[in-house]
């Protein structure tokens, strides 16, 4: 069974362009897409999903990055989620994985990279160059 994702991106050639390197990598299916904090709260209701690829930093919005992030792990404890982002701040990295993101992926990272993230969420061993994935449930560092 492919995996239903989610995906949130403020920039819609982005969100195409991931759409594209997720279904014909065979990841998963992407069953609903998000421009902004807001949108990704509406689709996230009303449609169900196993896994959400979202951006950290979406400007046109009070309630991106950290903000955003809590409030979708206490919205939605159980889904899985892997970050992209460009930020390379160790600390601000260890922050979104310490609140049960399972996975974070550079913007620049190679499309192969994102496919091997998704494949990899439940491998407990599975830390990869220019990206980390964290196990499911999390585990304390």
Request: contains cysteine; neutral net charge; proline residues 6%.
């Amino acid at each position: 069974m492919q995996l239903r994702i989610i995906m949130a991106d403020d920039h819609p050639v982005v969100l195409l362009g991931a759409k594209i390197i997720v279904e014909k990598g065979g990841s998963g299916l992407v069953v609903g897409q998000a421009e902004n904090p807001e949108e990704l709260e509406a689709i996230l209701k009303s449609t169900p999903c196993d896994l959400l690829v979202t951006d950290f930093a979406m400007p046109n919005s009070r309630r991106d990055g950290l903000i955003m992030l809590k409030r979708l792990r206490r919205l939605h404890p159980e889904l899985k989620i892997i970050v992209l982002t460009s930020i390379r701040n160790s600390s601000l990295i260890l922050g979104i994985l310490n609140l049960g993101i399972q996975g974070v992926v550079e913007n620049n990272a190679d499309q192969f990279e994102l496919i091997e993230a998704i494949k990899k969420l439940p491998d407990i061993s599975a830390i990869l160059v220019r990206f980390f994935v964290r196990p499911w449930p999390m585990c304390p560092y």
